[in-house]
C-alpha cells in the first residue's frame, strides 16, 4: 500500500536561473492549507487517518471522524496547521496500516490512498 501525492498546482514555464532564484522567497511564502482531502482508494474502509506535526512533541492537527468507504473522500480540516511536513498515519480494516514522514501538505493537498 503506497500513499501517492497529487500535486495541485505547480509553475510552469519559467526558465531554469529564474526557477532556482524565485524558490527559497516561495518556500518562506508556503503556508499549510486550511484542509486537504483524501481519496480511499483501496478495497478496504479507511478506520483511521491521522495527520500530525513532526518532531519530537508532535501534535495532532487532523484526523477522520468515522471509517471512509472505499472509492470515497472526505475533506479533513487542519486545526492550527503550522509549518509544511507532517507525518501522516493510515490505518484500514483489513489491517493494513501505512504511514509517511514529511508529507508536504504546502505542496500535496490531496492524498490519494491505494493498494
Do not use: H, W
Not at 514555464?13 to 524565485?22: F, I, K, R, V
Not at 492549507?33 to 479507511?46: C, V
Not at 484526523?63 to 473522500?73: E, T, V
Request: with cysteine.
Amino acid at each position: 500500500m503506497k500513499i501517492q501525492r497529487v500535486v495541485v498546482t505547480g509553475l510552469i514555464g519559467m526558465a531554469a536561473g529564474l526557477l532556482s532564484a524565485a524558490l527559497p522567497a516561495a518556500a518562506q511564502a508556503a503556508k499549510p492549507p486550511a484542509q486537504i482531502t483524501i481519496k480511499n482508494m483501496r478495497t478496504a474502509p479507511l478506520t483511521t487517518f491521522e495527520i500530525a506535526t513532526g518532531g519530537e512533541q508532535s501534535r495532532l492537527v487532523g484526523k477522520i471522524s468515522k471509517p471512509l468507504a472505499p472509492g470515497k473522500s472526505i475533506a479533513v480540516k487542519l486545526n492550527k496547521p503550522a509549518g509544511c511536513s507532517y507525518f501522516v498515519l493510515a490505518k484500514f480494516g483489513d489491517e493494513v496500516e501505512s504511514d509517511a514522514e514529511g508529507m508536504d501538505l504546502c505542496k500535496d493537498k490531496i492524498i490519494r490512498l491505494t493498494e
